[in-house]
Protein backbone atom coordinates (compact mmCIF):
# COMPACT_ATOMS: atom_id res chain seq x y z
CA UNK A 1 0.00 0.00 0.00
CA UNK A 2 1.38 3.13 -1.28
CA UNK A 3 2.20 5.89 1.88
CA UNK A 4 -0.91 8.35 0.51
CA UNK A 5 -3.12 7.86 -1.86
CA UNK A 6 -5.37 10.14 -3.38
CA UNK A 7 -8.17 9.82 -6.34
CA UNK A 8 -6.18 11.61 -9.09
CA UNK A 9 -9.49 12.59 -10.90
CA UNK A 10 -9.92 15.31 -12.45
CA UNK A 11 -12.77 16.55 -10.84
CA UNK A 12 -14.50 19.04 -13.50
CA UNK A 13 -16.98 21.00 -11.88
CA UNK A 14 -18.82 23.87 -12.72
CA UNK A 15 -18.70 27.10 -11.06
CA UNK A 16 -20.28 27.38 -7.79
CA UNK A 17 -20.46 23.65 -6.83
CA UNK A 18 -19.19 22.00 -3.84
CA UNK A 19 -16.46 19.59 -4.31
CA UNK A 20 -14.82 16.83 -2.13
CA UNK A 21 -11.38 15.34 -2.01
CA UNK A 22 -10.17 12.15 -0.26
CA UNK A 23 -7.23 11.13 0.52
CA UNK A 24 -5.94 7.90 2.60
CA UNK A 25 -2.37 6.61 4.51
CA UNK A 26 -0.88 3.67 5.50
CA UNK A 27 0.90 5.05 8.45
CA UNK A 28 -1.20 5.22 11.79
CA UNK A 29 1.81 7.40 13.66
CA UNK A 30 1.92 10.32 11.22
CA UNK A 31 1.40 13.41 13.61
CA UNK A 32 0.86 16.31 10.88
CA UNK A 33 -1.29 16.55 7.69
CA UNK A 34 -1.59 19.30 5.03
CA UNK A 35 -3.53 19.98 2.14
CA UNK A 36 -0.63 21.49 -0.94
CA UNK A 37 -2.06 23.60 -4.36
CA UNK A 38 0.09 22.87 -7.31
CA UNK A 39 -1.16 24.99 -10.74
CA UNK A 40 -0.02 23.97 -14.19
CA UNK A 41 3.80 24.13 -14.07
CA UNK A 42 4.34 26.04 -10.93
CA UNK A 43 5.62 24.91 -7.57
CA UNK A 44 3.34 23.68 -4.60
CA UNK A 45 2.33 25.92 -1.86
CA UNK A 46 0.75 25.07 1.22
CA UNK A 47 -3.06 25.71 0.96
CA UNK A 48 -3.75 24.36 4.36
CA UNK A 49 -3.14 22.87 7.46
CA UNK A 50 -5.25 19.51 8.83
CA UNK A 51 -6.08 19.54 12.25
CA UNK A 52 -8.01 16.68 14.55
CA UNK A 53 -10.52 19.00 15.12
CA UNK A 54 -11.23 19.82 11.09
CA UNK A 55 -10.48 23.50 10.46
CA UNK A 56 -11.97 26.06 7.60
CA UNK A 57 -10.67 28.90 5.96
CA UNK A 58 -12.86 30.40 3.84
CA UNK A 59 -14.86 28.76 1.29
CA UNK A 60 -12.21 25.47 2.12
CA UNK A 61 -12.90 22.99 5.20
CA UNK A 62 -10.24 20.15 5.78
CA UNK A 63 -11.51 16.86 7.89
CA UNK A 64 -9.04 14.09 9.71
CA UNK A 65 -10.58 11.22 10.24
CA UNK A 66 -7.83 9.01 12.09
CA UNK A 67 -9.46 5.81 12.93
CA UNK A 68 -10.23 5.43 9.21
CA UNK A 69 -6.23 7.30 8.15
CA UNK A 70 -8.24 9.68 5.78
CA UNK A 71 -8.07 13.39 5.53
CA UNK A 72 -10.76 15.64 3.41
CA UNK A 73 -11.23 18.72 1.38
CA UNK A 74 -14.07 20.29 0.81
CA UNK A 75 -14.19 23.28 -1.61
CA UNK A 76 -17.27 25.10 -1.28
CA UNK A 77 -18.88 27.96 -4.51
CA UNK A 78 -16.24 26.72 -6.36
CA UNK A 79 -14.42 29.63 -8.52
CA UNK A 80 -12.26 28.76 -12.16
CA UNK A 81 -9.00 30.21 -10.14
CA UNK A 82 -9.47 27.11 -7.98
CA UNK A 83 -8.46 24.87 -10.75
CA UNK A 84 -5.34 23.32 -9.55
CA UNK A 85 -3.57 20.10 -8.54
CA UNK A 86 -4.62 19.73 -4.78
CA UNK A 87 -1.34 17.35 -3.16
CA UNK A 88 -2.61 15.53 0.02
CA UNK A 89 0.90 15.48 2.85
CA UNK A 90 1.44 13.72 6.01
CA UNK A 91 4.58 13.18 7.91
CA UNK A 92 6.26 9.51 7.28
CA UNK A 93 5.96 8.61 10.99
CA UNK A 94 5.79 10.00 13.98
CA UNK A 95 7.74 13.06 15.22
CA UNK A 96 10.05 15.60 12.99
CA UNK A 97 10.20 13.35 10.17
CA UNK A 98 9.90 14.21 6.53
CA UNK A 99 6.56 14.31 4.49
CA UNK A 100 5.21 12.38 2.25
CA UNK A 101 3.47 13.57 -0.85
CA UNK A 102 0.68 12.38 -2.99
CA UNK A 103 0.11 12.44 -6.26
CA UNK A 104 -2.52 14.79 -5.76
CA UNK A 105 -6.01 15.13 -7.45
CA UNK A 106 -6.65 17.58 -10.76
CA UNK A 107 -9.61 19.97 -10.72
CA UNK A 108 -10.88 21.96 -12.88
CA UNK A 109 -13.82 24.69 -12.58
CA UNK A 110 -15.63 25.03 -15.32
CA UNK A 111 -17.25 28.17 -16.38
CA UNK B 1 11.18 38.99 0.75
CA UNK B 2 13.16 36.53 -2.04
CA UNK B 3 11.57 33.08 -1.86
CA UNK B 4 13.76 29.84 -2.86
CA UNK B 5 15.60 30.38 -5.91
CA UNK B 6 16.79 27.33 -8.38
CA UNK B 7 18.62 27.68 -10.94
CA UNK B 8 18.82 27.30 -13.61
CA UNK B 9 14.96 26.76 -14.37
CA UNK B 10 14.91 24.83 -17.67
CA UNK B 11 18.07 22.47 -18.75
CA UNK B 12 18.24 19.97 -21.76
CA UNK B 13 21.43 17.84 -22.03
CA UNK B 14 22.82 14.82 -23.55
CA UNK B 15 23.08 11.25 -21.64
CA UNK B 16 25.85 10.99 -19.90
CA UNK B 17 26.71 14.87 -19.25
CA UNK B 18 26.92 16.38 -16.17
CA UNK B 19 24.51 17.99 -14.35
CA UNK B 20 24.56 20.60 -11.52
CA UNK B 21 21.39 21.90 -9.93
CA UNK B 22 21.14 25.06 -7.31
CA UNK B 23 19.20 26.55 -4.39
CA UNK B 24 19.50 29.22 -2.33
CA UNK B 25 16.75 28.44 0.99
CA UNK B 26 15.11 31.33 2.52
CA UNK B 27 17.35 32.96 4.74
CA UNK B 28 16.95 31.71 8.30
CA UNK B 29 15.93 28.34 7.39
CA UNK B 30 17.41 25.23 8.91
CA UNK B 31 15.73 22.64 6.90
CA UNK B 32 16.38 22.46 3.15
CA UNK B 33 14.90 19.53 1.08
CA UNK B 34 15.44 18.06 -2.67
CA UNK B 35 12.43 16.48 -4.24
CA UNK B 36 12.11 15.06 -7.99
CA UNK B 37 8.46 15.05 -9.58
CA UNK B 38 7.20 13.26 -12.64
CA UNK B 39 3.82 12.11 -13.59
CA UNK B 40 4.12 8.27 -12.81
CA UNK B 41 5.98 8.96 -9.48
CA UNK B 42 4.52 12.30 -8.33
CA UNK B 43 6.82 13.99 -5.88
CA UNK B 44 9.63 12.35 -3.94
CA UNK B 45 11.99 13.28 -1.26
CA UNK B 46 15.49 12.62 -2.77
CA UNK B 47 17.33 14.25 0.44
CA UNK B 48 17.07 16.77 2.85
CA UNK B 49 19.58 18.46 5.04
CA UNK B 50 19.48 20.33 8.85
CA UNK B 51 21.62 23.18 9.55
CA UNK B 52 23.53 22.13 6.37
CA UNK B 53 24.01 18.53 7.58
CA UNK B 54 22.31 15.82 5.09
CA UNK B 55 19.96 13.93 7.50
CA UNK B 56 18.33 11.18 5.17
CA UNK B 57 19.68 10.54 1.64
CA UNK B 58 17.53 6.83 1.47
CA UNK B 59 15.68 8.69 -1.54
CA UNK B 60 18.55 9.28 -3.73
CA UNK B 61 17.86 6.45 -6.33
CA UNK B 62 21.63 5.79 -7.32
CA UNK B 63 25.10 6.79 -6.98
CA UNK B 64 24.77 9.00 -9.75
CA UNK B 65 23.14 11.49 -7.79
CA UNK B 66 24.95 13.78 -4.94
CA UNK B 67 23.99 16.17 -3.21
CA UNK B 68 25.83 19.08 -0.69
CA UNK B 69 25.03 21.95 0.95
CA UNK B 70 28.34 23.98 1.97
CA UNK B 71 26.92 26.85 3.82
CA UNK B 72 23.50 27.72 4.99
CA UNK B 73 22.73 29.98 1.89
CA UNK B 74 23.49 27.20 -1.21
CA UNK B 75 22.80 23.68 -1.97
CA UNK B 76 23.70 21.56 -5.57
CA UNK B 77 22.18 18.39 -6.48
CA UNK B 78 24.37 16.94 -8.84
CA UNK B 79 24.06 13.94 -11.44
CA UNK B 80 26.48 12.47 -13.39
CA UNK B 81 26.39 10.48 -15.63
CA UNK B 82 23.04 11.62 -16.46
CA UNK B 83 20.50 9.33 -18.11
CA UNK B 84 16.68 9.96 -20.00
CA UNK B 85 15.34 8.28 -17.38
CA UNK B 86 16.19 11.23 -15.21
CA UNK B 87 14.27 13.68 -16.79
CA UNK B 88 11.64 15.31 -14.39
CA UNK B 89 10.84 18.51 -12.39
CA UNK B 90 13.40 19.01 -9.58
CA UNK B 91 12.12 20.90 -6.45
CA UNK B 92 14.10 22.57 -3.44
CA UNK B 93 12.21 23.47 -0.64
CA UNK B 94 13.31 24.91 2.84
CA UNK B 95 11.37 25.38 6.21
CA UNK B 96 11.99 26.50 9.49
CA UNK B 97 13.03 24.31 12.72
CA UNK B 98 11.02 21.31 11.68
CA UNK B 99 10.51 19.05 8.58
CA UNK B 100 7.41 17.78 9.56
CA UNK B 101 5.26 20.97 10.86
CA UNK B 102 5.48 23.59 9.85
CA UNK B 103 5.46 24.83 5.88
CA UNK B 104 7.65 24.23 3.33
CA UNK B 105 8.73 27.02 0.91
CA UNK B 106 9.31 25.76 -2.65
CA UNK B 107 11.43 26.98 -5.07
CA UNK B 108 10.00 27.53 -8.92
CA UNK B 109 11.67 23.77 -9.73
CA UNK B 110 14.48 22.88 -12.72
CA UNK B 111 12.82 21.26 -15.47
CA UNK B 112 15.49 18.96 -16.83
CA UNK B 113 15.37 17.26 -20.17
CA UNK B 114 17.84 14.41 -20.44
CA UNK B 115 18.40 13.61 -24.44
Known amino acids: RKEVEQDPGPFNVPEGATVAFNCTYS??????FFWYRQDCRKEPKLLMS???SGNEDGRFTAQLNRASQYISLLIRDSKLSDSATYLC????????????FGKGTRLSVIA | DAGVIQSPRHEVTEMGQEVTLRCKPI?????LFWYRQTMMRGLELLIY????????DSGMPEDRFSAKMPNASFSTLKIQPSEPRDSAVYFC?????????????FGPGTRLTVL
Open chain 2, 93 to 105: ASSLRTASYNEQF
Open chain 1, 27 to 32: NSASQS
Open chain 1, 50 to 52: VYS
Open chain 1, 89 to 100: VVNSNSGNTPLV
Open chain 2, 27 to 31: SGHDY
Open chain 2, 49 to 56: FNNNVPID
